[in-house]
């Protein structure tokens, strides 16, 4: 069965950095592309990052672009987003994604405030 579990959220002030993980099961990891999505209050959900098997290619959303960073650790079975000069408005629950058999986690918050 293929499973997702995110970890990595919390409440942060404005300007601080929180590294969210995903680890993987249920499929063969580095054969598939990977994303992170994520929901804010009032908002639909909305792509955030993408990458490819090995990481060669990696996309993100403009709102983010030289602020988050996916990456991925085939040998773990994880994918990472880091988040650094996060603001008010990154709040939002955070899903890790496998697009090709459109499987899901459970979401990670993260809550920017002062």
């Known amino acids: 069965q293929r499973q997702l579990v995110e970890s990595g959220g919390g409440l942060v002030q404005p300007g601080g950095s929180l590294r969210l993980s995903c680890v993987a099961s249920?499929?063969?990891?580095?054969?598939?592309?990977m994303t992170w999505y994520r929901q804010g209050p009032g908002k639909e959900r909305e792509l955030v990052a993408r990458?490819?098997?090995?990481?060669?290619?990696?996309n993100y959303a403009d709102s983010v672009k030289g602020r988050f960073t996916i990456s991925r650790d085939n040998a773990k079975n994880t994918m990472y987003l880091q988040m650094i000069s996060l603001t008010p408005e990154d709040t939002a629950m955070y899903y890790c994604?496998?697009?090709?058999?459109?499987?899901w986690g459970q979401g990670t918050q993260v809550t920017v405030s002062s």
């Open positions: 249920g499929f063969t990891f580095s054969g598939y592309s």
């Open positions: 994604n496998a697009p090709f058999f459109n499987a």
């Open positions: 990458i490819d098997p090995y990481g060669d290619n990696r």
